[in-house]
């Protein structure tokens, strides 16, 4: 039996309504913040069933990915399925984050498609419908079929600042390659540096990965923006020391296979460029990022 889009629709703009209010009623009362859901909506209702994960728990409902939510500044995640007639169960997951650089964070680690214009960043396939807004990040599927959902949240949220810092579409950035990576860990696994944390990268500072144009022109862009100059120093010496040894200081170099990888540090922005077809490629995706990062200001 296919879902109504369009009730799915309904149900989850109508919970994340309800969701908001009691946000905001919580956050006057103590400052805390906590998901309030209703138990209906235009015919769907809630099982009677909730589960709520804190940091200490989350690993009994995402073992094996509780890590990379915490790597984010993970708080609190509720998850409640609602029941309708004739209808797929639905299944809500609300991901509370410290920030919204964390929510950020999570949606873009597992991106894989373009932005369907739900909240303030989202993709669907495969079922699933995932998103981000304000500190939340969202995820909804109805069980056994795929499922489309719209969604709103009072408030929005920044992304991190240094996503400003990457040149668009014009140098031919992949828009659904954009990832926030608060860990050395979660960064080898989308690109490996190195075994230790030489960008010295924090849920504070963070960095953008993301990739320009395909095939055989495909290049990776690392950016890092850093609390002091020094400490941007700092992890440019150690990234040519682990990445580069034998650069002998010019800040670039060839790999095995002939690609281009240059490294430049701007004041407290460290850009990285690997893998570039030649090294004229790799020059020019680095001017456009010195121009994003003098735009960004």
């Given at each position: 039996m296919?879902?109504?889009?369009?009730?799915?629709?309904?149900?989850?703009?109508?919970?994340?309504?309800?969701?908001?209010?009691?946000?905001?009623?919580?956050?006057?009362a103590?400052?805390?913040?906590?998901?309030?859901l209703?138990?209906?909506?235009?015919?769907?209702?809630?099982?009677?069933?909730?589960?709520?994960?804190?940091?200490?728990?989350?690993?009994?409902?995402?073992?094996?990915?509780?890590?990379?939510f915490?790597?984010y500044?993970?708080?609190?995640?509720?998850?409640?399925?609602?029941?309708k007639?004739?209808?797929?169960?639905?299944?809500?997951?609300?991901y509370?984050?410290?920030?919204?650089?964390?929510?950020?964070g999570?949606?873009?680690?597992?991106?894989?498609?373009?932005?369907?214009?739900?909240?303030?960043?989202?993709?669907?396939?495969?079922?699933?419908?995932?998103?981000?807004?304000?500190?939340?990040?969202?995820?909804?599927?109805?069980?056994?079929?795929?499922?489309?959902?719209?969604?709103?949240?009072?408030?929005?949220?920044?992304?991190?600042?240094?996503?400003?810092?990457?040149?668009?579409?014009?140098a031919?950035?992949?828009?659904?390659?954009?990832?926030?990576?608060?860990?050395?860990?979660?960064?080898n696994?989308?690109l490996?540096?190195?075994?230790?944390?030489?960008?010295?990268?924090?849920?504070?500072t963070?960095?953008?990965?993301?990739?320009?144009?395909?095939g055989?022109?495909?290049?990776?862009?690392?950016?890092?923006?850093?609390?002091?100059?020094?400490?941007?120093?700092?992890?440019?010496?150690?990234?040519?020391?682990?990445?580069?040894?034998?650069?002998?200081?010019?800040g670039?170099?060839?790999?095995?296979?002939g690609?281009w990888?240059?490294?430049?540090?701007?004041?407290?922005?460290?850009?990285?460029?690997i893998?570039?077809?030649?090294?004229?490629?790799?020059?020019a995706?680095?001017?456009?990022?010195?121009?994003?990062?003098?735009?960004?200001?």
């Amino acid at each position: 039996m296919r879902l109504n889009m369009d009730l799915v629709m309904v149900l989850v703009l109508a919970l994340w309504l309800c969701a908001a209010v009691g946000i905001e009623s919580a956050d006057a009362a103590n400052r805390q913040e906590s998901v309030v859901l209703p138990a209906a909506v235009e015919g769907w209702t809630w099982d009677g069933k909730e589960a709520r994960y804190d940091a200490r728990t989350v690993f009994d409902y995402i073992d094996g990915a509780g890590e990379l939510f915490l790597a984010y500044g993970f708080e609190q995640l509720v998850v409640r399925r609602f029941e309708k007639a004739d209808q797929p169960p639905l299944t809500i997951e609300c991901y509370r984050m410290a920030s919204a650089e964390g929510a950020f964070g999570v949606f873009s680690f597992e991106r894989q498609g373009e932005n369907i214009g739900i909240g303030q960043g989202s993709e669907q396939g495969g079922g699933l419908l995932r998103f981000w807004k304000g500190r939340y990040f969202v995820s909804v599927f109805a069980d056994g079929e795929g499922a489309v959902a719209e969604a709103a949240i009072r408030e929005d949220g920044q992304p991190p600042r240094a996503t400003g810092l990457i040149p668009g579409k014009d140098a031919g950035l992949v828009e659904a390659s954009v990832r926030y990576l608060t860990s050395h860990i979660l960064l080898n696994q989308r690109l490996f540096i190195a075994r230790d944390n030489v960008l010295g990268l924090t849920r504070e500072t963070g960095a953008v990965l993301a990739q320009y144009g395909h095939g055989a022109a495909a290049t990776h862009l690392l950016v890092v923006r850093y609390p002091t100059v020094r400490t941007a120093e700092a992890a440019y010496g150690r990234f040519m020391a682990a990445y580069l040894p034998a650069a002998a200081g010019n800040g670039r170099g060839q790999t095995a296979d002939g690609r281009w990888t240059i490294a430049r540090q701007r004041q407290a922005v460290l850009a990285v460029v690997i893998g570039a077809p030649s090294e004229a490629v790799g020059e020019a995706l680095l001017a456009a990022t010195e121009a994003a990062r003098r735009s960004a200001r």
